[in-house]
């Protein structure tokens, strides 16, 4: 048996297996599912509302350092580099404007 042949008969084995695990974990359409919660039950794996609130902010002092660091750069980038960019700018508008 060649190298590619014994590929493709691992890579068939791994598709079947996959396909019977997917029939085994679907639950079958006659079959209450018994993983999900009634409408009527708390959910207890959810946060609180007032808990999901505090998640949802996010690193807002992370957030705020990388704004004022990307502000930094650009002002950097501005004073080093401003008669160039003037002339890149100037040129760029110029040749839209003609074309």
């Known amino acids: 048996m060649t190298r590619k042949s014994r590929r493709a008969a691992l890579l ?3 598709v079947e297996r996959r396909r019977a695990q997917r029939r085994h974990d679907e639950p079958r359409h006659d079959e209450p599912r018994h993983d999900e919660p009634r409408h009527d039950e708390p959910r207890h794996d959810e946060p609180r509302h007032d808990e999901r609130r505090l998640d949802e902010r996010g690193d807002v002092p992370g957030w705020v350092m990388i704004t004022v660091m990307t502000v930094a750069i650009v002002g950097a980038i501005w004073a080093v580099a401003d008669d160039q960019l003037t002339a890149m700018l100037t ?3 110029n040749s839209v404007s003609k074309g």
């Open 91 to 93: 040129t760029a508008l």
């Open 12 to 14: 068939r084995r791994l």
